[in-house]
């Protein structure tokens, strides 16, 4: 498996196990169009995200209102400049 | 905020995904439940956070032994704590029915008769606030008054519950702050905000009773690190103050409280014995060859031994089972000096060749106890998971961890809270009496003969034998200060000098009304070549821990009066340099060995002239 499938499948499970086994979540969902994306899910799942890839996300992160794909975007930005 | 990840979660994601796929929600939760009660990371919570949630969907809820209402108030954004919380009540096998207040709202919601607690009608209310609560400055002039009003603030709550709503208030401790701008200066100012808070913590326990239920966050923060503890980007985002494994460590043991209260805490600890209780096997080894007492591997054995012994005085029972014939099972408690724990701090000795789980039936049965009443511990993980498949009520701990870890791995068990526990409860043996330091006493003493006198060092100073080769060898490979010559030796050449002709080989295992040292000293002294009348000093050596007690002198005193015996006229004895070693540089001149006549750096000690050496401060046990 390459680095990049390996980068979205643990991104989705990530996003999976805090929001939900049974949501197909597409890039453009968020916490509009996600049932359970609440602001408490929502910093899980930074921390998650922060725990998996092993970054650190910047602290604005946690208040900010994104969409899966634009959180993805951020991750792939942080993983590389680390 | 920061973790890091485990390598094997995605393992066990994929099996609990498939479980919970084929709805055996039950079975992927026996494999989620040791890590809640464990120290489980944030995807093993997540996991089962989710997992409760499909089931429930399903139908299925976690198997719980007991109901409660809990009413949480927090002073802080509690959510994060609500949900952590009901996860690990579930995991104790408590089914917490939730009430969380909205935050800030301590006051109100316990004085007002129409709040929603006051509707909700709990059995248990949490206080969980922080030290930011606390109207504390940096530096208090007035801090006996401040601290008046804190304890009047959080006591006329308790009352508050405890009057209105018939419920058991559980406190959350103040949790000492680690920054601050006074530094090292804040320990020695009674008014500085961490004595202040401190001090609280102290008077609300003392004001606790047995009323109230404490959780000593304190406590729990310096256990994992109070820079881990705090999260400020948490804190100033959402007004939650916790690290998800602050969260975490928080929720289980504010669980294992709850538990304790309402009954569910384990009554009997029942433990295997190989390479559980010490180290080997009985049957191959013997009493006196399993490891416990001496040497780095038998000092954490002994030291498993007395927290287990110190458990069992708090009111656990203790109970073995094992696999072995039933004399050899025992034979260590009764002929092994080094062993703390004895026959009679068991309440049940199960050790024939049954399986483990049909053992741990008749120990629950001849306690009068059920089986969730029971832990069973076990290096082996297979007996484990043969118990744990057998009697799903028994919970297990799986201790195939290194020795030096046996004691943290059974201290971080949720199973063990007691609700509360006078000093009547406590057996009053005498090794609990007279707690004082050894530091207090050395300066309460007048002198340093009162000071080993009060010490009440009694030592055993036996030939060297198959039991005690590996540890004097060792002694003599790892002892770098009070060691006269620096010698080093393999177990195989220890032993041919112990079988040489006219030698003396002793080692001294030496305890105090403190501690049981174990073997902290040797000697090795061999016929002279030249002269067999001189008694040569090979090795002389004390470990580090019991340096300045005048335990080379009683070394010497059984060695002299051997000697005298023998026949020898003189013992011999040089002092090697070696880099740590220069406090014994006139240890023989101090001994009372003279220059020996025309040859430098070797001193004598004449026996016939001066006797044997007399030791004043340790006595001899048999």
């Given at each position: 498996?390459?680095?990049?499938?390996?980068?979205?499948?643990?991104f989705?499970e990530?996003?999976?196990?805090?929001?939900?086994?049974?949501l197909?979540?597409?890039?453009?969902?968020?916490?509009?169009?996600?049932?359970?994306?609440?602001?408490?899910?929502?910093v899980?799942l930074i921390h998650a995200?922060?725990?998996?890839?092993a970054?650190?996300l910047?602290?604005?992160?946690?208040?900010?209102?994104?969409?899966?794909?634009?959180?993805?975007?951020?991750?792939?930005?942080?993983?590389?400049?680390? | 905020?920061?973790?890091?990840?485990?390598?094997d979660?995605?393992?066990?994601?994929?099996?609990?995904r498939?479980?919970?796929g084929?709805r055996r929600?039950?079975?992927a939760?026996r494999?989620l439940?040791p890590?809640l009660?464990?120290?489980g990371d944030a995807?093993a919570?997540?996991?089962?956070?989710?997992l409760?949630?499909?089931?429930a969907?399903?139908?299925?809820a976690?198997?719980?032994e007991?109901?409660?209402?809990l009413?949480i108030?927090?002073?802080?954004e509690g959510?994060?704590?609500?949900?952590?919380?009901?996860?690990?009540?579930q995991?104790?096998?408590?089914?917490?029915?939730?009430?969380?207040a909205?935050f800030?709202?301590?006051?109100?919601?316990?004085?007002?008769?129409s709040?929603?607690?006051?509707?909700?009608e709990p059995?248990?209310?949490?206080?969980a606030p922080t030290?930011?609560?606390?109207?504390?400055?940096?530096?208090?002039?007035?801090?006996?008054q401040?601290?008046?009003?804190?304890?009047s603030?959080w006591?006329?709550l308790?009352d508050?519950?405890?009057?209105?709503?018939?419920?058991r208030?559980?406190q959350?401790s103040f949790?000492?702050p680690?920054?601050s701008?006074l530094?090292h200066l804040e320990l020695r100012l009674?008014?500085?905000?961490?004595?202040l808070?401190?001090?609280?913590?102290?008077r609300?326990?003392a004001?606790?009773?047995?009323?109230v239920?404490?959780?000593?966050?304190?406590r729990?923060a310096a256990?994992?690190g109070k820079?881990r503890w705090?999260?400020?980007?948490l804190?100033?985002?959402?007004?939650q103050?916790?690290?998800?494994a602050?969260?975490?460590?928080?929720?289980?043991?504010?669980?294992a409280?709850?538990a304790?209260?309402?009954g569910l805490?384990?009554?009997?600890?029942v433990?295997?014995?190989d390479?559980?209780?010490?180290?080997g096997l009985?049957g191959e080894e013997g009493?006196?060859?399993?490891a416990?007492?001496?040497?780095?591997?038998?000092e954490?054995?002994?030291?498993?031994?007395?927290y287990l012994r110190?458990?069992?005085?708090?009111g656990?029972?203790?109970a073995?089972?094992?696999?072995?014939?039933?004399e050899a099972?025992r034979a260590?408690?009764?002929?092994n000096?080094?062993?703390?724990?004895r026959?009679?701090?068991f309440?049940?000795?199960?050790a024939?060749?049954?399986?483990?789980?049909?053992?741990?039936?008749?120990?629950?049965?001849?306690l009068?106890?059920?089986?969730?009443?029971l832990?069973?511990?076990?290096?082996?993980?297979?007996?484990?998971?043969?118990?744990?498949a057998?009697?799903?009520?028994?919970?297990?701990?799986?201790?195939d961890?290194?020795?030096s870890?046996l004691?943290?791995?059974v201290?971080?068990s949720?199973?063990?809270?007691?609700p509360?526990?006078?000093i009547?409860?406590?057996?009053r043996?005498?090794?609990y009496?007279?707690?004082?330091s050894a530091?207090?006493?050395?300066?309460?003493?007048?002198?340093?003969?009162?000071f080993?006198?009060s010490l009440?060092m009694r030592a055993?100073?036996?030939?060297?034998?198959?039991g005690?080769l590996?540890?004097?060898?060792q002694?003599t490979q790892k002892?770098n200060?009070?060691?006269?010559t620096?010698?080093?030796r393999t177990v195989d050449?220890v032993?041919?000098?112990v079988?040489?002709?006219?030698?003396i080989c002793?080692?001294?295992?030496?305890?105090?009304?403190?501690?049981?040292?174990?073997i902290?000293?040797?000697?090795?002294?061999v016929?002279s070549?030249?002269?067999?009348?001189?008694?040569?000093?090979?090795?002389?050596l004390?470990?580090?821990?019991?340096?300045?007690?005048?335990?080379?002198?009683?070394l010497?005193?059984?060695?002299?009066?051997?000697?005298l015996?023998?026949g020898y006229?003189r013992?011999?004895g040089s002092?090697v340099e070696?880099?740590r070693?220069?406090?014994?540089a006139?240890?023989?001149?101090?001994?009372?060995?003279?220059p020996a006549?025309?040859?430098?750096?070797?001193?004598?000690?004449?026996?016939?002239?001066?006797?044997?050496?007399?030791s004043?401060y340790?006595?001899?046990?048999?």
């Amino acid at each position: 498996m390459s680095v990049a499938q390996d980068f979205d499948r643990i991104f989705d499970e990530v996003l999976e196990d805090i929001l939900g086994w049974d949501l197909a979540i597409g890039d453009d969902d968020g916490s509009g169009t996600v049932e359970g994306w609440d602001s408490l899910s929502h910093v899980r799942l930074i921390h998650a995200l922060e725990t998996r890839f092993a970054i650190r996300l910047p602290d604005a992160a946690l208040l900010d209102e994104p969409t899966a794909g634009s959180l993805k975007r951020l991750v792939r930005e942080q993983l590389a400049a680390s | 905020m920061h973790e890091t990840a485990t390598a094997d979660g995605t393992a066990l994601r994929t099996t609990v995904r498939a479980l919970a796929g084929e709805r055996r929600h039950e079975e992927a939760w026996r494999l989620l439940r040791p890590l809640l009660v464990g120290d489980g990371d944030a995807d093993a919570w997540e996991l089962a956070r989710t997992l409760v949630r499909n089931g429930a969907a399903a139908g299925w809820a976690p198997p719980s032994e007991r109901q409660i209402r809990l009413a949480i108030l927090c002073s802080y954004e509690g959510a994060e704590l609500t949900s952590h919380l009901q996860l690990a009540c579930q995991a104790l096998r408590i089914d917490a029915t939730l009430y969380a207040a909205p935050f800030g709202q301590l006051e109100q919601e316990v004085l007002d008769p129409s709040s929603g607690l006051a509707a909700f009608e709990p059995t248990h209310v949490l206080i969980a606030p922080t030290a930011f609560d606390l109207d504390f400055p940096q530096l208090a002039e007035d801090g006996a008054q401040l601290l008046d009003l804190e304890l009047s603030r959080w006591q006329q709550l308790w009352d508050g519950i405890a009057t209105t709503f018939g419920a058991r208030v559980v406190q959350h401790s103040f949790v000492v702050p680690d920054e601050s701008p006074l530094g090292h200066l804040e320990l020695r100012l009674a008014g500085s905000r961490a004595s202040l808070v401190r001090e609280l913590n102290a008077r609300l326990g003392a004001a606790a009773g047995s009323s109230v239920l404490l959780v000593d966050c304190e406590r729990l923060a310096a256990r994992i690190g109070k820079q881990r503890w705090f999260d400020p980007r948490l804190w100033h985002a959402m007004r939650q103050p916790f690290s998800y494994a602050a969260l975490r460590l928080l929720a289980r043991e504010t669980a294992a409280v709850l538990a304790g209260d309402v009954g569910l805490s384990a009554r009997c600890l029942v433990l295997d014995l190989d390479n559980t209780l010490w180290g080997g096997l009985v049957g191959e080894e013997g009493p006196q060859g399993v490891a416990v007492g001496d040497g780095p591997e038998g000092e954490a054995y002994a030291a498993f031994q007395e927290y287990l012994r110190d458990l069992g005085r708090r009111g656990m029972l203790l109970a073995v089972a094992s696999k072995n014939d039933a004399e050899a099972a025992r034979a260590p408690f009764q002929e092994n000096p080094k062993m703390r724990l004895r026959l009679d701090d068991f309440s049940a000795f199960v050790a024939d060749w049954r399986r483990k789980p049909e053992q741990l039936v008749e120990i629950a049965q001849k306690l009068g106890l059920g089986l969730d009443a029971l832990v069973f511990a076990d290096d082996n993980p297979a007996e484990c998971a043969e118990v744990a498949a057998a009697l799903p009520a028994v919970d297990t701990l799986v201790l195939d961890v290194p020795s030096s870890e046996l004691i943290r791995t059974v201290a971080a068990s949720l199973r063990f809270e007691l609700p509360s526990l006078t000093i009547d409860d406590v057996a009053r043996r005498s090794s609990y009496q007279g707690r004082a330091s050894a530091e207090t006493l050395r300066t309460g003493a007048a002198s340093l003969e009162d000071f080993w006198r009060s010490l009440e060092m009694r030592a055993r100073v036996e030939d060297i034998n198959e039991g005690s080769l590996e540890r004097a060898a060792q002694l003599t490979q790892k002892t770098n200060q009070f060691n006269l010559t620096l010698v080093r030796r393999t177990v195989d050449e220890v032993r041919s000098l112990v079988a040489g002709p006219s030698t003396i080989c002793k080692t001294l295992a030496l305890e105090d009304r403190f501690a049981q040292h174990g073997i902290v000293g040797l000697v090795l002294a061999v016929p002279s070549p030249e002269t067999p009348t001189v008694l040569l000093l090979d090795t002389l050596l004390l470990s580090c821990r019991v340096i300045g007690r005048t335990a080379e002198t009683h070394l010497l005193s059984h060695v002299s009066g051997i000697a005298l015996g023998m026949g020898y006229k003189r013992l011999r004895g040089s002092y090697v340099e070696g880099p740590r070693n220069t406090l014994v540089a006139d240890l023989l001149p101090r001994l009372g060995f003279e220059p020996a006549t025309g040859q430098d750096g070797v001193w004598d000690y004449d026996l016939t002239m001066h006797g044997q050496l007399q030791s004043d401060y340790i006595e001899d046990v048999r």
